[in-house]
C-alpha cells in the first residue's frame, strides 16, 4: 500500500558569508608600499646623504662624549623635575589656598615661557644677580659665591630643562590623580584607611594608567628637547656634531648621526614605554593582548 505521507524536505544549509573585498583599501596600500619602497631607495642611494660618513663619525669619542651629555641631561630632568611635579600637583589639590595658589603660578609661568628664553635666563643670570649670598633675611651673610662660578653652561641647562619639565610634570600627575573616581577614595576612608594608605595602595595604582602614557612621551620629549641647550655651549650630542662638520662642511651626514643616535635612543625608550603601561593595564584587563614577541612566536610556530 503506497503511503500518502509526502516525503521531508532536506534541511536547508546556512547561507553563505561572503566577506567584503576591500578593492579600494589593497589598492591604497600597494600605493602607499611604491612610495615607501622609493623613498627607501631614493635614501639608500642618494649620494649626497654621505652613509660612508656617517658610519665613520657615528662612534667617535666626540660625539660619545656628547651622546653621554644628553643621556645626563635626559635622565636628571626628568628625575628631578617628575619628583618636584609630584610636589607641586600635590600643593595644587591641597585644601591650602596658599600652597595651591603658588602651584598654579609657578605652572601657568612657566608653561608660558619658551625653553629658549629660560635656558638663556639661566646663562644670563649673573647679570641678575652677581653674587649668591646665604644668610639671614635682613641680618648677617653667612657666605656668598659668585654666580659664574656657581651656575655653569651645565647648571644652567639643568635648571631650565628641570623647572620646565616639573611644570608639565605636576599637570600629568593632578590629571591622573583626579581622573580616580572619588568615591572610591571615600569609601576607603569611611573604612577606616589613612588617605597616605589610599593614595598608595587605592589611587595611585589607578592614576599610573593615566600617568604612564603621558610621562613616556614626556621623556621622549625631553630626550629630544636637550638638544636645545646647544644654544648654550652645552656640548650635547647636537652640539658635538656640529663642532665636526663646522670643521670638515660635511653639514648632512653629521647631522644624521646625531638622527640615528636620537632615533636608536626613542625607539628604547618607547619599548619600555610599552611594556611599563602593559604592566599597569592588568587591573584594567582581563586578558592582555599578545606582545610583539608572542606574536611572532605564534607566527613561526
Same mark, same amino acid.
Request: no cysteine; net charge positive.
Given at each position: 500500500?503506497?503511503?500518502?505521507?509526502?516525503?521531508?524536505?532536506?534541511?536547508?544549509?546556512?547561507?553563505?558569508?561572503?566577506?567584503s573585498?576591500?578593492?579600494?583599501?589593497?589598492?591604497?596600500?600597494a600605493?602607499?608600499?611604491?612610495?615607501?619602497?622609493?623613498?627607501?631607495?631614493?635614501?639608500?642611494?642618494?649620494?649626497?646623504?654621505?652613509?660612508?660618513?656617517?658610519?665613520?663619525? *657615528?662612534?667617535?669619542? &666626540? %660625539? #660619545?662624549?656628547?651622546?653621554?651629555?644628553? =643621556?645626563? /641631561?635626559?635622565f +636628571?630632568?626628568?628625575?628631578?623635575?617628575?619628583?618636584?611635579?609630584?610636589?607641586?600637583?600635590?600643593?595644587?589639590?591641597?585644601?591650602?589656598?596658599?600652597?595651591?595658589?603658588?602651584?598654579?603660578?609657578?605652572?601657568?609661568?612657566?608653561?608660558s615661557?619658551?625653553?629658549?628664553?629660560q635656558?638663556?635666563?639661566?646663562?644670563?643670570?649673573?647679570?641678575?644677580y652677581?653674587?649668591?649670598?646665604?644668610?639671614?633675611?635682613?641680618?648677617?651673610?653667612?657666605?656668598?659665591?659668585?654666580? *659664574?662660578?656657581?651656575? &655653569? %653652561? #651645565?647648571?644652567?641647562?639643568?635648571?631650565? =630643562?628641570? /623647572?620646565?619639565? +616639573?611644570?608639565?610634570?605636576?599637570?600629568?600627575?593632578?590629571?591622573?590623580?583626579?581622573?580616580?573616581?572619588?568615591?572610591?577614595?571615600?569609601?576607603?576612608?569611611?573604612?577606616?584607611?589613612?588617605?597616605?594608605?589610599?593614595?598608595?595602595?587605592?589611587?595611585l595604582?589607578?592614576?599610573?594608567?593615566?600617568?604612564?602614557?603621558?610621562?613616556?612621551?614626556?621623556?621622549?620629549?625631553?630626550?629630544?628637547?636637550?638638544?636645545?641647550?646647544?644654544?648654550?655651549?652645552?656640548?650635547?650630542?647636537?652640539?658635538?656634531?656640529?663642532t665636526?662638520?663646522?670643521?670638515?662642511?660635511?653639514?648632512i651626514?653629521?647631522?644624521?648621526?646625531?638622527?640615528?643616535?636620537?632615533?636608536?635612543?626613542?625607539?628604547?625608550?618607547?619599548?619600555?614605554?610599552?611594556?611599563?603601561?602593559?604592566?599597569?593595564?592588568?587591573?584594567?584587563?582581563?586578558?592582555?593582548?599578545?606582545?610583539?614577541?608572542?606574536?611572532?612566536?605564534?607566527?613561526?610556530?
Open positions: 500500500m503506497t503511503s500518502l505521507v509526502a516525503p521531508e524536505a532536506p534541511p536547508a544549509s546556512p547561507p553563505r558569508t561572503v566577506g573585498r576591500h578593492v579600494g583599501r589593497w589598492v591604497w596600500a600605493v602607499v608600499l611604491v612610495l615607501v619602497v622609493w623613498a627607501l631607495r631614493s635614501v639608500a642611494l642618494n649620494p649626497a646623504f654621505g652613509w660612508g660618513t656617517v658610519a665613520q663619525y *657615528v662612534l667617535t669619542p &666626540s %660625539v #660619545l662624549r656628547g651622546l653621554a651629555t644628553t =643621556l645626563l /641631561l635626559t +636628571a630632568t626628568t628625575v628631578v623635575g617628575f619628583l618636584l611635579g609630584i610636589g607641586l600637583a600635590a600643593m595644587r589639590l591641597s585644601g591650602n589656598p596658599v600652597l595651591s595658589s603658588v602651584s598654579w603660578a609657578y605652572v601657568w609661568l612657566f608653561r615661557t619658551p625653553l629658549l628664553v635656558l638663556l635666563f639661566w646663562y644670563n643670570v649673573g647679570a641678575l652677581p653674587q649668591l649670598s646665604l644668610g639671614i633675611p635682613f641680618g648677617p651673610t653667612f657666605f656668598s659665591v659668585e654666580s *659664574v662660578d656657581l651656575i &655653569s %653652561v #651645565l647648571v644652567a641647562a639643568l635648571l631650565g =630643562l628641570i /623647572l620646565h619639565e +616639573a611644570a608639565y610634570a605636576a599637570e600629568i600627575v593632578r590629571g591622573g590623580i583626579l581622573s580616580v573616581d572619588a568615591g572610591q577614595s571615600e569609601a576607603a576612608v569611611s573604612l577606616g584607611m589613612t588617605r597616605a594608605r589610599v593614595l598608595r595602595r587605592i589611587v595604582p589607578q592614576a599610573m594608567r593615566s600617568i604612564i602614557p603621558a610621562t613616556g612621551n614626556m621623556v621622549i620629549g625631553t630626550l629630544k628637547g636637550t638638544s636645545i641647550v646647544s644654544v648654550i655651549a652645552v656640548t650635547d650630542l647636537l652640539y658635538s656634531v656640529q665636526i662638520y663646522n670643521r670638515t662642511y660635511e653639514i651626514p653629521l647631522l644624521l648621526v646625531a638622527t640615528v643616535w636620537y632615533v636608536v635612543l626613542t625607539s628604547i625608550l618607547s619599548v619600555g614605554q610599552y611594556y611599563v603601561e602593559r604592566y599597569y593595564a592588568r587591573g584594567a584587563e582581563r586578558t592582555l593582548p599578545p606582545t610583539p614577541l608572542q606574536r611572532l612566536r605564534r607566527w613561526n610556530s
